[in-house]
Structures are given as C-alpha cells and as structure tokens.
C-alpha cells in the first residue's frame, strides 16, 4: 500500500473509530445528542477532497480549476479545526461518564485537525511549485489565519461555509460589524487558535519530513565490513 492510499486509510479508519465511538455511546445510553459530530466530521473531509483535486491538477498544468479548487478549499478549511470547539457541549448531557464523553469529542476533533492539515500539506506542495517555498509558508500562515477567523465566525456569529459561498456580502457585513465591537477580544481568541493551529501543523510536518528520511536513510545500501 502507498503513502497516499495508506494515509487516506488512516483517516477513514479514525473517522469510523469516531463513529463507532458515539454509536456505542446512543446504544447504552439511548442519548443521541452528539449525532451532530458525525455532520461536522464530513464538513472536515471536504477541504481534503478539494485539496487534492488542486494537487493532482497542479502535477499536469496551473490553470482554472487549481485556482477554484484552492477557493473552494479555502472556504471549506475552517471546517476541519472547527471540531475543536465542540468541547464547549462536554458539560451539556451527563447521561455518560464524563471521561468518555472527553475521549469522544478529542477523536473527532483530533480526526478532523488531521484532516485539516492533510489538506493544508496538499496546498503547501502546489503553492511551493509554483511560488516557491517562502511563499508556501507565507501562504500557510494566511490560511490558518483565516480558518481561525472561520472558527469563530461558526461558533459564535453562526455562519457556515455555506452562507459565505451563497451570500459573501452579507457575511461580510456582519463579520466586520463583530470585528469592530469585539475587536481586542477577538483580536486575542484568534491569535491563540492561530498560533497553536501552526505549531499542531509544524509538528506534524516536521514528523512527516522525518519519515522520508528515515526512508531513504533504509533504502541505502548496509556499509560493508
């Protein structure tokens, strides 16, 4: 099995693991109050499948549908950390032990950020072809910027990528009238989110780097004695 086939494995594999867990949850308790995680975790795919629709296009020619697709990305993206702060519902239903309510919610949000960042690595690769790796960064750091503006526009004006995709102007309007009453607040909220987004991000990346390099640090040939 590929590196590709095998991560997009992982991932199906985490999300069913996820599904299961809230399952087993509604069956032994009959408390279907977290149904709404299944939804959000398919948001999160979203971004991937656009991402990698730019990067398979990208290999073979830059044109339209790379630009689009990397829009649509974009747009999507926020989808995948928004999980992160449906830990605000743990205290909400008690019908289960807390602990286990705990372990489901980090599996779907650990499963959607990791979707998020499989994307974010599938954009970074088309941006450095094209502008090189400076920018690739630069552009890295703008996203996740921007999902964590998403985020908080999601969770507490209520818009979805939906709304901003079929009504930009309205969406806008009332995001730039949040930004002004809530300006130092929000200002702090999402360079939190942003900055850990980044180092959950570099982290990753930095374990992927050392994957290839023990890879070809085994496929050299054994020095001879």
């Known amino acids: 099995m590929g590196g590709r086939s095998l991560a997009v494995f992982a991932l199906a594999a985490a999300s069913a693991l996820c599904v299961a867990m809230l399952e087993f949850r509604i069956r032994a308790t009959g408390d279907s109050f977290y149904r709404f995680l299944v939804w959000n975790l398919m948001l999160a795919w979203i ?61 779907f949000a650990w499963t959607a950020l990791l979707l998020g960042f499989a994307s974010l690595y599938l954009m970074q690769i088309v941006v450095r072809r094209a502008l090189g790796a400076a920018a690739a960064w630069i552009c890295v750091v703008g996203a996740l910027g921007l999902a964590s503006v998403g985020v908080y526009v999601g969770r507490y004006i209520g818009f979805n990528s939906w709304d901003a995709l079929l009504h930009p102007r309205g969406v806008a309007r009332v995001v730039r009238a949040q930004l002004e009453a809530e300006s130092p607040r929000m200002a702090a909220a999402l360079l939190a989110l942003t900055c850990f987004l980044f180092v959950g991000y570099a982290v990753v990346y930095a374990f992927a780097g050392l994957r290839l390099d023990l890879e070809r640090e085994e496929s050299q040939p054994a020095p001879r004695t």
């Open 47 to 107: 971004p991937l499948g656009f991402a990698a629709i730019a990067h398979a296009r990208a290999r073979t020619r830059a044109d339209a549908i790379v630009v689009g697709a990397g829009f649509l990305w974009l747009l999507f993206f926020p989808n995948a950390p928004y999980l992160l702060t449906d830990f605000i519902h743990l205290d909400d239903n008690t019908v289960a032990p807390v602990w286990y309510d705990a372990l489901m919610l980090s599996a």
